[in-house]
């Protein structure tokens, strides 16, 4: 079921200060630091947030209208499968799932879920809206709803944003604003183009750093370009959760001081 949000830019100016997540997160080997890892019992939890745009731009793209949106999902159903499959390596990634799309406005197709199945079938049931685009907020409400699922213990923050970059309006602080507190909430965000059609200036805005990691030349149409985005994102991601990653802790406070001595100095 899709539930359509409003979060406008009132809405957002009350939230713009608020801090991102309360952990610092850290790469470290085992003889350079001290830390506490926060992998599961050897598990790595990710979530994985989908923005998808089926603005007018990109569902009047092709004929049949709406076709270009089909293969978003073919992307969107590529890239959860082979994350999946991602199971089997020694270090075992704990994925969960969710997405919205939109135009003018947003729907959420699917809250984060850890079971595929259910994510894609909500997924394959989008019906493009063929508006105009605000893409600002749409980056607002992924960083909403990445809220929502605020985790006891620290989690990887991914979003996959397919869009062409084309705007029709910001109500919602821009897209720069956007991008940058859904960044500061620890989301790491990759931009694919829906086509060759695209603002490449918007997709980079939007985009994490560096852009050679997370933009780059990806896009989800055609097919060849399709698979090798998915192959390069969803190995980034993989890789990450192979890496001993660690939460810095505060250690236990040391034995006090001895009292000062009290001098008396004469002139």
């Not at 080997?29 to 830390?35: H, Q, V």
């Not at 019992?41 to 092709?62: P, Q």
């Not at 918007?202 to 149409?221: C, M, V």
């Not at 991601?237 to 004469?266: A, F, H, L, N």
Request: glycine share 8%; with cysteine; proline share 5%.
């Amino acid at each position: 079921m899709h539930t359509t949000t409003n979060l406008n830019s009132a809405h957002w100016k009350s939230t713009l200060g608020e801090p991102g997540w309360p952990w610092k997160r850290s790469v470290c080997s085992r003889s350079s630091c001290r830390c506490s890892c926060w992998l599961n019992g050897g598990s790595c939890l990710a979530n994985v947030y989908f923005a998808i745009d089926t603005s007018e731009s990109v569902a009047m793209a092709r004929f049949p209208w709406g076709s270009l949106v089909s293969k978003l999902i073919d992307f969107l159903s590529l890239f959860v499968e082979r994350l999946e499959q991602s199971s089997q390596l020694p270090r075992k990634i704990q994925w969960a799932y969710g997405g919205l799309h939109f135009s003018s406005h947003v729907e959420v197709f699917s809250p984060i879920v850890q079971n595929p199945s259910p994510f894609l079938a909500r997924a394959r049931a989008i019906r493009y809206i063929g508006k105009g685009t605000f893409i600002d907020c749409a980056l607002r409400n992924v960083t909403e709803q990445v809220r929502l699922r605020s985790p006891v213990r620290p989690v990887l923050q991914y979003a996959v944003v397919l869009t062409d970059g084309h705007m029709t309006g910001s109500p919602c602080g821009g897209v720069q604003e956007a991008a940058e507190a859904a960044k500061a909430a620890g989301i790491k965000i990759f931009v694919v183009a829906t086509n060759q059609e695209t603002v490449e200036g918007e997709l980079r805005l939007i985009a994490s750093s560096p852009a050679a990691k997370y933009r780059k030349d990806y896009q989800a149409f055609p097919s060849a370009q399709q698979q090798e985005a998915v192959n390069r994102i969803t190995s980034a991601m993989v890789s990450v959760c192979q890496q001993p990653m660690c939460m810095e802790t505060k250690g236990i406070e040391g034995p006090k001081g001895q009292k000062g001595i009290k001098v008396r100095c004469d002139d």
